[in-house]
């Protein structure tokens, strides 16, 4: 036996992480686009599946995926629980421009793994 310790286990040096001055700039471009999406909705009412729903499903999908993105660089640790709620609600969404994969079982089996997970656990 080695008295090495295994890579795994290692600690990555501060300096090798991500630095806030980068965290700020990604979160910074993702509110940009955050607001564009938001002005880019589409007034009134759409019928579903007409193209004005399936616009307003695309752009709802962008809104939901970039606080799946904001939820993954905002802050020192990453929530798992809040990340896994928001991969359920991209997934949720996407079943609507995807049918026919599985995509709203996907989001079923997330929603089901959150009861199993520790509802405080963050990953640094």
Same mark, same amino acid.
């Given at each position: 036996m080695s008295n090495e310790a295994d890579p795994e286990d290692r600690r990555t040096p501060r300096e090798s992480r991500l630095k806030q001055e980068h965290r700020e700039s990604i979160l910074g471009a993702l509110k940009q686009v955050h607001e564009r999406v938001h002005e880019a909705q589409p007034e009134g009412a759409s019928p579903m599946l007409s193209q004005g729903w399936v616009d307003r499903r695309r752009?709802?999908?962008?809104? !939901? %995926?970039?606080?799946?993105?904001e939820e993954a660089v905002k802050g020192e640790t990453v929530g798992t629980r809040e990340l896994a709620e928001k991969v359920h609600s991209v997934l949720y969404v996407a079943k609507d !421009? %995807?049918?026919g994969h599985a995509l709203e079982k996907a989001a079923e089996l997330v929603l089901e793994a959150l009861g199993e997970g520790d509802p405080d656990a963050h990953v640094d």
């Open positions: 752009l709802l999908l962008v809104d !939901l %995926a970039l606080h799946l993105c !421009l %995807a049918p």
